[in-house]
């Protein structure tokens, strides 16, 4: 990963976590939306939804169609690094 593509983890505010890009934000708080119910049943907060979703899109992860049931099962596999 690119250090000009992705802030380090230590300049974010969340260390332990891969934050999106500043333009990427907004893609997340919306894959986080669509996919909130779904996870919410399987126990997730919504704060860990938005970690995992934050997550998700700055590794790269999300797909042009910003698919929650992709996300979503990523997430059930990630939870616990929330």
Do not use: C, I
Not at 42 to 48: F, I, Q
Request: glycine share 8%; charged share 30%.
């Amino acid at each position: 990963m690119a250090r000009d593509k992705k802030k380090m983890a230590s300049e974010t505010s969340d260390p332990g976590h891969p934050q999106p890009e500043e333009a990427e934000v907004e893609s997340a708080r919306l894959l986080a939306n669509d996919a909130r119910d779904q996870l919410g049943s399987a126990g997730l907060s919504y704060d860990e939804v938005r970690t995992l979703a934050d997550g998700y899109v700055a590794l790269g992860l999300v797909d042009e169609a910003g698919s929650a049931e992709a996300f979503s099962a990523w997430a059930r596999e990630h939870r616990g690094q929330a």
